[in-house]
């Protein structure tokens, strides 16, 4: 049996998305504790999602992401959803450190 391609519903697929989300203003704020702790978050999004991260990996402004997904996601859903609870997450832990980057709203990815 290959076990490249996912079936569901009389559909044979392999559906996989190479995603980057760059830091607003290409800021270099990718470092340290802070690239560990946003790739552990996507990590949980993406398993309460039921998405797979297949490579994972951050630069000093940029983080990549090969995520397999299935028929019922939209990818820019993915986006949207990573985009959203990782901003969350990032502003509730290094509030202070943020703040003096992004000082005008709570942002963080382009």
């Keep these: 049996m290959d076990n490249r391609y996912n079936r569901h519903n009389r559909c044979k ?3 996989k998305a190479h995603i980057v989300l760059v830091t607003k203003y290409r800021k270099q704020l990718l470092k340290d504790n802070i690239a560990e702790d946003i790739k552990q978050k996507n990590l949980d999004i993406c398993n309460f999602n039921h998405w797979e991260i297949m490579a994972i990996e951050t630069d000093k402004d940029h983080i990549h992401f090969l995520i397999e997904y299935d028929t019922t996601d939209r990818v820019c859903d993915i986006v949207k959803v990573i985009k959203q609870e990782s901003t969350y997450y990032l502003w509730c832990k290094y509030n202070s450190f943020l ?3 992004y000082w005008k709203k709570k942002i ?3």
């Design 99 to 101: 703040s003096k980057h």
């Design 13 to 15: 697929y392999s559906l």
């Design 108 to 110: 963080f990815w382009s």
